[in-house]
């Protein structure tokens, strides 16, 4: 697929709340780590196993209820640990101090891996792993996404990572000299992006803008929710001399990461993507829009059978105008 995956590096742990009660989320101690826990009254009680085990427990009061910070013995077990308090429980695992967490925020239904291990991305959309230090190979996939990247993990280090998910789409397999031309950016982000920018770096005579309130204002900031799809149409001023293939390269500060594109521009185009961007007011072919098989653009179409049209490669033949029509009833 033609998709960037970027990797967000952001404070993504924290508490989770349930009821009146917030939680320490996701449910993973280093050894050094207090527990924290805010509750409507006064300390939970901590097992191990089935054995309460006593913390040294330090009260701040809050709006939410009592902050409560637990200090383990120097002898507290590792392992799996449960919290009991008047109305409810929660586990979680203390492990070695010389392991490393990896915490994943993704969209909701998200299946993540890291080196074989799976998980599912929940409705919080957090995913966590406990692994050695090293090299690791994290994968994701939502849909017909995917994700496959190299992770390096320190001992004794928590690792908060967020999988966000940009698709680069042009609008045709090829450009055409001298025509502006679409790549859409559709985003998906399992966090809020106060801002989203786009950077361009491309050959030269080549420009860019983002179609929008942001006209020619570059790199014209866009806030990204958390969840919700977007896309982003970016505008490429192709060259009047450009011919063949050109690598440009996109950038998403906010994403930390850059995408590369392979395009090729061509005196001619395939008749099917000539009639999917024709302008049938202004008689020419627009490369700026979508393409899409209109009732106007099928029945212009059907008058061209059996004619070269206007930046085709080859004539518009029977085949042409039945595949034409398939996609015009595939889209009604």
Known sequence: MRGFKGLLLLPLVGMVALGAVRLPSPPLLFPSEPLVITL?????????????????????PTSQGTEWRGVFPEDAPLGLWTL????????FLRVPAGSSILVVKGVPGTSCG????????????????????????????????????????RAGERREVALAWVELVPTAPAALPGRDFLVSLRILSPVDLPTFTVKASLPPGWSYRI?????????????????????????????????????LSFTFPELNSTRELHLSVRKCLDPLDVVRH?????????????????????????????KVIPYACRPLGDEDIKELSREWQREQ
């Open 278 to 306: 024709w302008d049938v007011e202004a008689g020419d072919v627009d490369l700026s829009r979508p393409g899409e098989v209109t009732y106007q653009r099928l029945l212009w179409a059907i008058s061209q059978r059996g």
């Open 211 to 247: 179609r929008g309130p942001c006209a020619e204002d570059l790199p014209c900031p866009q806030p990204i929710f958390a969840g919700v799809p977007r896309e982003v149409p970016v505008i490429l001023s192709v060259p009047a001399g450009a011919m063949g293939d050109y690598r």
């Open 84 to 91: 009991r308090w008047d109305g409810g429980c929660y586990s």
């Open 114 to 153: 890291l080196d074989g291990e799976e998980r599912i991305c929940g409705e919080s959309g957090l995913a966590w792993f406990v692994a050695s230090p090293g090299t690791h190979v994290l994968e994701g996939h939502l849909g017909r996404l995917s994700f496959r990247r190299e992770v390096e993990l």
């Open 40 to 60: 409507p009254g006064g300390p939970p009680q901590v097992f191990h196993g089935r054995q309460p085990f006593p913390l040294s427990w330090r009260g701040t």
